[in-house]
């Protein structure tokens, strides 16, 4: 028979703590502090296997459990001295759910399970204590009811408050033993009316409630919710922790708090928490009475109550010792004993968990490698970025995607050029647009933040601003534009031009007016995580940055190169954006020549002083890539404008519009399709990189290898000809300025089409950059810029884990990189392999392009450092897996 | 040393007929007769081989070449007793191109070759025919001038055009032989002009300059293209016959002619051919005299050279014999002696090859088998459909894609609406679009034929046309349509709504007027084809048909069910479509279930009138895929009208489309997404079509396995759920209904990452229908409807071997098609699979499914007999090659 239940208590475990699969995260530290001689109530744990058979059974107990639960209760009166049921000295117990991971306050809890209108008696007398025993009575009916009767809290509220009220008093703790018990009695009526049954005085009757209600709290709507949400597997099911209980509320020499061995915010080395004086734990929690702090002040429990102080200080350093890391513990003081409730490690922002990490180091309580993994690479981003003050007041306007980290206060303006204007006059500006395209990059360059309408985390808007370091929130549906009148509305609100709002990009709101910032420093300890997260890392982490600035903040994040430079938005600078169109205007090749003349000097300019920011550093380039009709502007306003500027009639304006218009861009004229149509496109662009690289070598002593990558290769044929052309132009250049360089030449990988025939496409490259943004899109047939319309719904529902355009997808999408590699080594096994999308930031990718053996991840220069940690934690722990299989 | 140059002569031949590959279908031919004792001027063949070789060789000539050459042309000598560049008795040749498959009039030739100043006189004295010595002189000089050196014909049909007029003649043949001395004074003297070098005199120098002509004419454009065009590789080379020449231009007793075995547009039984009394091959091809019947007429060959006559019916009996085909054969008449120049297998048009075939099989020359090998698959679409009377005068308005084939005749209308109405008077119309959307479906249905300015042969209006086995023109981009003043313009000439023309579906041509059609009939020939065909093939051939018209047709045709009956065509009935669209702008379930309930009864009559036409023949029916913002208005005269029909606010209908529009709707809200987002549009089409089959079999004793289709799977997950909900609604159906029905579910496999992931997907699967038009759209990302803007170049360069639209890309798309085969099979051995796309009707893509195993293809009505004739091609040769292979 199946073992479900196991015993803790007198200093002795049938559990320990590296049990968490099956006595969840509570249970395992509770059977850990025993083994420890810390003093815990007695109890027992239900596994979280009888859960998960409890769901299979069609929510019946296992077979064996209801055996194995008495002799175990049995144990808990032997170690308390006291009986379940019985008048004199009533055992009282707790059940709690405790899930692997914490989920906290998703499940239910009953507190005070074995009270009833016997029992309470006796607890009355044996604490000489009316007036607790009737207040634990009503508190055990109201939760009860609640959980395991499905009844509403506001029933029993609303006689707690009648009640106050005719006492006249605002507070639980002035109403009398006499007032309780009739609230008791109130309670009971309520119950009897709305259920058709008396309240269970069976104690028995009340634990099996208990059980099942909290087994079923694993499934309700919340718990799902934020399982999905987490990524938390929804067949782990929960463990359940039945405990004798002890009481914080039985007057002045008993308390209840909860605690942190650091501090969670800075990560300073100091003992940190909070406490309430004759209270139960939730009472903390619910915020009804203010805490106190637990030291440093006249008021805390180090003053009010030393030796019990002294005793959780003691267990503290015992339980920070003996876990190595930071511990959130829960304690309760009962008549002037501690008893401990609940240790696990506790949540830290970024700089906090920095702070501990390298503290503990020097502490010598854990090695660097330990270290590196205490760092979620994830939470890095709250440290690159400047805040929102979080002591400020904010009142949320309204609530879209958090797109991209960071605060920003500034004017509303509704277009780029009225960004540029408003900047240029001095002023701070948040753009918002419904969505944004290229043509508005110059204005979300000098805007603070940006606010979309549409679009999802993956959006252009979400996806420029992170790879500008810049916050934005995306998709805020409940704002309306009127550009015509410059004002947006929310609801009745009506947000004017020029008006103030701040974004947080962090939670994906905005607020009305300025709100405190706050510019997070880099701490030297950061210095050192990073420091050795490069020891351990296999990776290069390279970045996707296409100007100077972009490449010198990458560089100074660590970057070790750039894996992907678009060329197109040096296209759209306001200054070029003029010789492209005419450029796409040409009738014929020589008109077409003549344009890109114009536009050679100035990419030659651009790849100059990025080479010179890389210093030597590998720098892919990526040709041409977005359809034509990107360059054109749309509106009949423009459209005049520029007709006048180019000397072309309009009506051949419109004409080129429409005849380049596409019913789906994404699988349009794009990517090495323009190369092949129009070569010379390519062939101008070639000789700028080849010709910069060339004049740096020359004149200022640079070695550079220019990468050239050809995008959208999806038959070998593409990247045959393309390369022909490049050679061709590369050896020209070399020819004509008498400088010898290394060059290469490779291809994206980000149509399934490439990776089923990476084998024949790498006879043709030096190396394979997976696009792996398009190659989401492509292996999925999901429109980035509208799957906004159904992807929410199927992470809801939890159709897909995770949002495929932030997490890579690894069993499609991570399954043609892997067929791609292999193939493509298997022809050239001097292949060089990385990723340029979104996902060479997301920790878990960066975790599987390390398992698959890519060479680099590039991601935007904010992500370097999330990048490297996470490259370095997937080496650790990978070592530990084998470590594992070793023993 | 490798053997390049293969003579024949005399009766014997190094060569035989099966040496195609090395001596080009000429070379082989002219083997074999010879070897059969059949008159063949003497000559060699030099080898494919060496062709090659000189391409690779950087055009040099592969080493032992030109040593072969001078002895093999001393055999010809011998055998003729002429003597190459002597005065007496000169020998003269051609020079002749010859690939392993005819490209006729792509490469070069020259005869004649072997005069000069001396030895022409030579001629004039052995033949005793100045005139004739001259004519060959001068002929020889053009066209050596044209081939080897380059210069324009013009230069020298000017100076044969003065001298005519000189002489006040139109005739060549009526110069004199001192005319024709002139004539080659002038040409020389403009070869010298021209060139700079006199026109070269050594046979030798001549003869090495031919060559080397002839194999650089296998790469020139109009090759090159011929080749791409039809899919043969650039790699093969050609072979060069070098031969004796003999003279059908000596004199009256002396012609040419060319002519088949059987009549090659009908397939009579019967000797069928043209032929020229004194004169040289190329004036038969080039039509400056009309030719006359080889027999039948008075000034026949049959009565003219009655023992010629003869002679030529003994040898096409011979050849016929032997090779058991048509041939297309040359002969020339020297002085009443015949000479056979080149044998072949002949073309054909469809009816003739099916006629040809049963009737060879009747007199024993061929079995089943042959006979069904010997009807191309892709001709019979010129049975099917209705064609342009040849004999009709025709002139062409314009020239788009030849879409669907067959003819139409009809007045021009440019809406579906018009369309309808004009139908409905009793009119035939020509529905003229810029494109058409599902929209105009009904539109389509009534036209005559479809003629669009934009989009290619996969277009919708193209795709939809050739389902509805309708004439269609599509991608005419001289056309300028007007719709505003109903009418369009061809540079200068306008046509009006109302206006008659014709268009020719099979050669893209539109015409002004009506030409007049030919209803061609399927003989009792044809259905032994077919009926032959049905015993060998193993796949089965389905079709794809959303109405009971199109289902009767395809069965017809032989359809052994319904592969993919798309239920979104029916939604777009003027009748149903306001439902359609209140159930888009319905603000929640209900008001959206209301609407559902009133498409049930209509979506289920449609179903239940397809099953009794497919009479219990399986039939997969797809639930809803496209975008729901195909079925709302998009102009605002439209909007407007529903608004008034709906009673919806206009304001409102506007927010709904543009909620709906999407950048990329090919990756967008549609397909199994609609069906988890909208669960309750699923649902009713489920109902619908239990509740049809249910009554189906409860009321009129049918046996219907449905076959409900989810499409658009990417996620196994997706399947499950969908999965779930249908069962759920079949399951209630035939409780409520009280009858026993067997049904199964399956998917379309159209995304990549739907292949990758197939062997998840088959655990909930019971068939996989390959969706291969989404399915090469997504793998090499390209949009069917935007991929006109370089697909063209793609193939013209060569970077693609054919359109992938068209025919299955087997490396790609089909690696993928294989790959889920093999993964769902691993775990379903059970498990279904066919194809839904275009390809379904494509004879390489038919042979391709056969080959990797699929159950079936399906395709368009009119595409099921040649699907049927390409699945047993597959099998018959297949087994050759395992007979090959078992030798």
Known sequence: MKKFVYFFGAGKSEGTGAMKEILGGKGAGLAEMTNLGIPVPPGF???????????????????????????????????????????????????????????????????????????????????????????????????????????????????????????????????????????????????????GKDFPQDPWQQLWGALGAVFLSWNNRRARDYRTINGIPHHWGTAVNVQAMVFGNMGDDCATGVAFTRNPSTGEHCFFGEYLINAQGEDVVAGIRTPQSINGTANSLEKKMPEAYQTLVAIYQKLEGHYRDMQDIEFTIQNNKVWMLQTRSGKRTAQAAVKIAVDMVAERLIDKAQAVLRVDPAQLDQLLHPTLDPKAQRKVLCKGLPASPGAAVGQVVFSAEEAESWVERGAKVILVRQETSPEDIHGMHVAQGILTTRGGMTSHAAVVARGMGKCCVSGCADVQIDYQHGQFQVRDQVVKRGDWITLDGSTGEAMLGKIATIQPKLSGDFGSIMSWADEYRRLRIRTNADTPTDSRIARDFGAEGIGLCRTEHMFFEPTRVEAVREMILAENESERNRALSKILPMQKGDFKEIFREMKGLPVTIRLLDPPLHEFLPQGESELDELSKKLQVPVIRLKAKVEALKEFNPMLGHRGCRLGITFPEIYRMQVKAIMEAACELARDEGFKIIPEIMIPLVGHVNELTAMRRETEQVCQEVIKDMKVSLEYCIGTMIELPRAAITADAIATQADFFSFGTNDLTQTTFGFSRDDAGKFLPHYIEKGILAHDPFVTLDQEGVGAFIQMAVDKGKSVKSSLKVGICGEHGGDPASVEFCHRIGLDYVSCSPYRVPIARLAAAQAVIREKVTEGLKGE
Not at 86 to 111: C, F, Q, W, Y
Not at 139 to 160: A, C, D, P, T, W
Not at 177 to 187: G, N, P, Q
């Open 45 to 195: 744990t239900i596994t979280t296997e009888a859960c998960t058979s409890y769901y299979q059974n069609g929510e019946k107990y296992p077979e064996g459990l209801e055996q194995e639960i008495p002799p175990n209760l049995r144990k808990i009166e032997e170690v308390m001295g006291a009986q379940f049921g019985k008048k004199e000295n009533p055992l009282l117990v707790s059940v709690r759910s405790g899930a692997r991971i914490s989920m906290p306050g998703m499940m239910d809890t009953v507190l005070n399970l074995g009270l009833n209108d016997v029992t309470v008696e006796g607890l009355a007398t044996r604490t000489n204590n009316p007036r607790f025993a009737y207040d634990s009575y009503r508190r055990f009916i109201q939760m009860y009811s609640n959980v395991v009767l499905g009844l509403e809290h506001h029933h029993f509220e609303k006689i707690l408050e009648e009640k106050k009220q005719r006492r006249g008093t605002t507070l639980d703790t002035e109403l009398s033993a006499d007032d309780l018990k009739e609230i008791v009695t109130s309670f009971k009526n309520t119950v009897r009316r709305d259920t």
